[in-house]
């Protein structure tokens, strides 16, 4: 069994920052892929940033530079300044797992937290 949990979110004005947790635990081989997603209601979840076990990332376009994906010991972090009413929306971690070295990876996700940027 695999969990995540995020951690993090809240209200913060236009041009603050957060930091998003997003801490992976149970049965853990290795993880291939950590990601961050987004949703707003009536909106399809979309992709804000994901960093492979290479550690290589890739962002959203609408990130344009502000927000920062890491992780370390089985936790991915998403750094996000310069936040904008836009940015307003449930934040989603997900994670390909690899539960045992001869076993498939599958993917998880977090239950979200939410992001309000707002005066």
């Known amino acids: 069994q695999v969990q995540l949990v995020e951690s993090g979110g809240g209200l913060v004005q236009p041009g603050g920052s957060l930091r998003l947790s997003c801490a992976a635990s149970g049965s853990i081989f290795s993880i291939n892929r950590m990601a961050w997603y987004r949703q707003v209601p009536g909106r399809q979840r979309e992709l804000v940033a994901s960093?492979?076990?290479?550690?290589s990332t890739n962002y959203a376009d609408f990130v344009r530079g502000r927000f920062t994906i890491s992780n370390a010991k089985n936790t991915a972090y998403l750094q996000m300044n310069s936040l904008e009413p836009e940015d307003t929306a449930v934040y989603y971690c997900n994670a390909d797992i690899q539960s045992t070295s001869w076993g498939l990876a599958y993917q998880y996700w977090g239950q979200g937290t939410q992001v309000t940027v707002s005066s």
């Open positions: 960093q492979i076990s290479g550690g």
